[in-house]
């Protein structure tokens, strides 16, 4: 993992070992925004399933130090009751200026964890609010935290947490306000699939509101929204038994093959924009110092640099 998270010359070759070997873990991603208790309920995610015989691996993504470039709020800290289990391995990664919520090496790193044989793969992005989506490309069910009093269901519809939360935990919930944010993200929830069906009606519009079903409706998932106290373990068998309705939903044969391209899909296109975008500063370093020093003497402006970097990328000059 080390030699992953490093960008190490020979980690691509390792990464094309282990990947025949992936596939069969459960990918759990836990996102929200800071304060929400993330970290205390993923700590609780991990007994519950370890209480189930599961091997569990972690992924914890952390802010960024400015001075080390290393992970500055150590998740695996809060975990430490785990230290001495051999079913379960915590890494904490940096995020290192990766927009999105998670780390660079986070998807690589989930294969390996994979290929290793854990049963469980749990990925906590970093808390930044709305840069929260990236989790959903990577995990088969993505979990949304919450908290009463921290204007999440604002930052829910900036956002467009909807769209990608498969489950909900209001935690902290014996926190006054907790039986409003439910009702506030059932009510939004009720509104999405009102809205969904009302694009498949032929006439353009839907039925009168009715009360929407929580989990399998038909051919969608429809969120459901758990309570839960993890500092007390409360609401967890709850929780994971939400995100086991989820698996089986995706894994039905009917779904199972469209999802998986999705995902593959999308893994694919982000492999190949980083290797395109590592390969293109590599190539054109002198270029760019160039182009920079040409732009900050006014002598050139950053599009016309950036259209003739980009030329040189694609036709290199031929050598004399």
Not at 272 to 289: C, G, K, M
Request: proline share 4%; with cysteine; aromatic share 4%.
């Amino acid at each position: 993992m080390r030699l992953v998270d490093d960008r190490h010359p020979q980690f691509v070759s390792l990464l094309k070992e282990l990947y025949p070997h992936t596939g069969r873990a459960y990918i759990l991603g836990v996102t929200g925004t800071p304060g929400a208790g993330k970290s205390t309920l993923v700590d609780q995610l991990v007994r519950a399933y370890r209480g189930r015989d599961a091997r569990v691996g972690v992924i914890a993504v952390d802010p960024t130090s400015p001075f080390t470039g290393g992970a500055i709020l150590g998740d695996r800290i809060r975990m430490q009751r785990h230290f001495l289990d051999e079913g379960v391995f915590i890494r904490s990664l940096a995020t290192r200026g990766q927009l999105g919520g998670l780390s660079r090496s986070a998807g690589d790193l989930v294969h390996v964890f994979d290929a290793a044989g854990f049963d469980v793969i749990i990925v906590e992005t970093v808390g930044v609010g709305q840069d929260e989506l990236e989790v959903a490309r990577l995990a088969h069910t993505t979990m949304v935290v919450m908290a009463p009093g921290l204007g999440d269901d604002i930052q829910a519809i900036k956002a467009g947490i909807l769209e990608v939360a498969d489950v909900f935990a209001v935690n902290k919930a014996d926190r006054e306000g907790a039986d409003a944010t439910v009702r506030d993200l059932e009510q939004m929830i009720s509104q999405g699939a009102q809205m969904a069906r009302a694009a498949k009606s032929p006439h353009g519009h839907g039925a009168a509101r009715v009360d929407t079903p929580r989990g399998a409706s038909g051919d969608r998932w429809v969120p459901p929204v758990h309570k839960t106290i993890a500092s007390r373990g409360e609401g967890i068998d709850e929780l994971i038994g939400a995100c086991e309705g989820h698996r089986s939903f995706i894994e039905e044969p009917s779904r199972h093959e469209a999802r998986r391209q999705l995902r593959v899909g999308a893994e694919l296109r982000a492999i190949f924009e980083n290797t395109l975008v590592e390969v293109a500063r590599e190539r054109l370093r002198s270029a760019l110092v160039e182009g920079t020093s040409a732009i900050a003497r006014g002598h050139d402006d950053p599009y016309t640099v950036s259209e003739r970097l980009l030329t040189s990328l694609v036709v290199p000059e031929e050598s004399p």
